[in-house]
């Protein structure tokens, strides 16, 4: 695994433990965390899942303004990595 990969693999995972995020935002983290991780698509393919899952995240009227704020972070290192593969 990437070191960028585990980096945002680890924010997905703070955000997943942060109580002061909705659950259904948390729950969201881990689903975007485990669509990362799967290795039997292409990387670019997982990184693009993720960025939907997590755009879709980012767009509840719930979350609180810095978990959305972590969340545009972790997009935009995504879009990245599935841009280099």
Not at 7 to 25: C, G
């Amino acid at each position: 695994m990437s070191d960028s990969i585990k980096q945002i693999t680890d924010v997905l995972d703070m955000l997943a433990e942060d109580t002061s995020i909705p659950r259904n935002i948390r729950k969201g983290a881990t689903d975007a965390k485990a669509r990362l991780l799967d290795t039997k698509e292409a990387m670019d393919v997982r990184a693009t899942g993720a960025i939907v899952i997590l755009d879709d995240l980012a767009n509840d009227p719930n979350i609180p303004l810095h978990g959305r704020t972590i969340i545009w972070n972790v997009i935009s290192q995504l879009e990245v990595i599935s841009q280099q593969n």
